[in-house]
């Protein structure tokens, strides 16, 4: 990720799919964050070459901001914490995996049983899963480096 890049192809039987979330070189980097940022206009992805609308929360003191929400054409996808380590993917409003990023180069992943995922779907969920990490941090240490991100110094 220190190019400020995440790339994930996925093939299935029927299909292959990329997935890319893009950093621009100008964006301020926060190291807590994967890709280095959360400011969705210093933020690209596309799914083959197409746009994907990305729209990360701000990832602050609150566990529901970390979400992260893509719109592809009438899909939509919610990656969601779950716990301070796993997150949800959400398609159109149903479940369909749980992600835990476990080091800068690996992802785990549950897909939820009875439900039919593409590889459109994983490719999105795992370069999400990838750019932004997973779970959402506690409370108290966002506000700790919060407060100092704003001593004087």
């Known amino acids: ?11 299935d039987a029927a299909a292959e799919h990329s997935a890319v979330v893009e950093r621009s070189v100008d964006a301020g980097l926060v190291a807590h964050v994967p890709i280095g940022t959360r400011n969705a206009d ?16 701000p990832g602050r003191l609150s566990r529901r901001s970390y979400h992260v929400t893509a719109v592809h054409g009438d899909v939509t996808y919610h990656l969601r914490p779950k716990s301070p380590d796993t997150s949800r993917l959400v398609r159109n409003g149903r479940t369909i995996a749980e992600f835990k990023r476990e080091s ?3 992802i785990k992943v549950w897909w939820t049983k009875d439900v039919e995922v593409s590889a459109a779907d994983a490719a999105i969920g795992y370069a999400l899963a990838g750019a932004f990490g997973t779970g959402a941090r506690l409370f108290l240490a966002s506000l700790l480096e919060s407060s100092a991100s704003h001593a004087p110094g």
């Open 1 to 11: 990720m220190a190019d400020g890049r995440v790339a994930v192809t996925v093939r």
């Open 42 to 57: 210093h933020l690209r992805m596309l799914l083959d070459d197409a746009p994907v609308l990305l729209k990360p929360g």
């Open 104 to 106: 800068q180069t690996e």
